[in-house]
């Protein structure tokens, strides 16, 4: 499918400020028309008009409520449903960009804490609680969130990310199913690490 080169948000955006335009009737040239939309909703809003001339041949109205029961539409009612349409799949195609990135960003930070949490225990008197740091402090570097900062985070902020990560968890949940096998792996590698930690600072604290 060929989509404008624009963001997803930038051609949401223009999208609806040009339905607006549309819907208050203000005349927008076809070139304008057809400059947002991809190949595909251009090739549909034509077909929709073609149907409609085919029809009028068809069947005569003498009155608007004779052509609403036969189904007529202006040429502006056509380009108003295909904007319409377009919102609707930039609105699906915005956040499946959204899920993407964010699984690229939950794969990124997996593989950083793991690479340098393991670099770091292969040094010289090396041990978990150095190592960790030392990821976590990478991930700090790296502007992604650390895997230690519940620990240093007011009640108040705890509460909200918690509520934050329940949201995250779902949309989680959605992207998992798509990732690739050696996404899943590395996945699964930062679960088995984290667990190895939780167990060890329990029995440490015992």
Do not use: C
């Amino acid at each position: 499918m060929l989509v404008p080169k624009l963001e997803y948000g930038q051609i949401l955006d223009r999208l609806r400020a040009r339905l607006d335009e549309l819907r208050q009737g203000r005349d927008v040239a076809a070139r304008d028309l057809r400059a947002l939309l991809t190949s595909e909703q251009v090739a549909a809003m034509d077909s929709a008009w073609a149907e409609q001339q085919a029809l009028r041949k068809g069947k005569r109205a003498r009155t608007k409520e004779e052509e609403a029961a036969l189904g007529w539409k202006s040429k502006r009612d056509i380009h108003i449903e295909a904007y319409e349409r377009a919102i609707e799949e930039s609105d699906s195609g915005e956040l499946e960009a959204l899920k993407r990135k964010a699984r690229q960003v939950e794969v990124r930070r997996a593989r950083i804490y793991l690479d340098s949490y393991f670099e770091a225990l292969a040094e010289p008197f090396g041990n978990r609680e150095t190592a960790a740091k030392k990821a976590n402090n990478d991930l700090t570097r790296a502007g992604l969130r650390r895997f230690d900062e519940a620990d240093t985070l007011p009640d108040k902020q705890l509460e909200r990310d918690r509520e934050v990560r329940e949201m995250e968890l779902d949309i989680l949940r959605q992207i998992k199913s798509e990732m690739s096998p050696d996404e899943l792996e590395q996945l699964q590698l930062l679960k088995e690490h984290e667990k190895r930690e939780a167990e060890f600072w329990k029995r440490r604290g015992k």
